[in-house]
């Protein structure tokens, strides 16, 4: 069994991403299960074998602590590391090829927090795993916000520990132009000159992250099913290559 986490800022397309990807797996003949990990959300366009609202609903932790939306979340996914008993017994019973795993969109939760990397980890047990991140291409085409996203994409690189794959998401949204500049930004040519005049702190910083960079993010588009092959591969190499969550 081999986990995939989506993960990715707020309406960079993690569920529809999730619901057309496990159709896909599905038409390959692949078994599939979907985990939904968003205790907030309130409609999911897919089935979920398992679902954490199930065990904890953000709005009623909201009102019952007084709490905003956001630090709701983040409270509710803490009470659910004390459910991790129940929890690991109910995901014990899911039997797939795959387990795709949609996430909430506080992507603070896997770049800052302990808590993402805990109920990662207390899903996958002793199964393999990676970790989708979207790009929102739509917000990516403006090239701070590319350098900000690959930023965030690194934290939770770091952060959860697992192997990642970057993916641009909505690339149907791009004309021809904004595509053909993302596609070589993310082969680390001409960002630099996008950014126009930058600090040398700022000129530093792009120049180590685009080194750092293992491979270009994969241009998706879950409308069009544009990419999934690419991805898929890309999950088969991952967990052909051994790379384990750390
Ligand atoms: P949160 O859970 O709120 O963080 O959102 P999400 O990341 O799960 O995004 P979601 O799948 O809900 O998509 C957000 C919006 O983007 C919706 O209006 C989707 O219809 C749209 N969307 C998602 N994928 C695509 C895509 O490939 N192309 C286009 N054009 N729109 C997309």
Excluded: C
């Excluded at 954490?52 to 709005?59: K, P, T």
């Excluded at 932790?61 to 803490?78: F, H, K, T």
């Excluded at 697992?162 to 690339?171: D, G, H, T």
């Amino acid at each position: 069994m081999y986990y995939i986490f989506f993960t990715g800022t707020a309406g960079s397309g993690k569920t529809t991403l999730v619901k057309e990807f496990q159709q896909y797996l599905l038409d390959l003949e692949m078994d599939t299960a979907v985990i939904n990990m968003d205790p907030a959300v309130e409609r999911v366009p897919y089935t979920p074998d398992f679902d954490v609202r199930d065990y904890v609903d953000a709005i009623e932790v909201m009102e019952r602590y007084g709490l905003g939306p956001n630090s709701s979340l983040v409270v509710s996914i803490d009470l659910l590391l004390t459910k991790a008993t129940d929890i690991k017994r109910e995901i014990g019973d899911i039997e797939a090829n795959y387990v795709l795993v949609d996430t909430p969109g506080q992507v603070e939760l896997f770049a800052y927090r302990d808590t993402g990397r805990l109920f990662s980890s207390l899903l996958v047990g002793e199964s393999k795993s990676v970790n989708v991140f979207l790009l929102d291409s739509y917000l990516a085409r403006e090239a701070r916000s590319y350098v900000s996203l690959l930023l965030l994409s690194s934290s939770v690189r770091f952060k959860l520990g697992m192997p990642q794959i970057n993916v641009l998401s909505k690339v149907d949204l791009l004309n021809q132009r904004e595509l053909h500049q993302l596609l070589e930004w993310g082969e680390g040519e001409g960002l630099v000159d996008s950014l126009g005049v930058i600090d040398d702190y700022s000129y530093e910083l792009v120049k180590t992250l685009i080194e750092s960079l293992e491979r270009p993010p994969i241009p998706l588009s879950a409308n069009k099913r544009d990419g999934f092959d690419e991805l898929y591969a890309e999950v088969q190499r991952i967990v052909a290559s051994g790379e384990d969550f750390a």
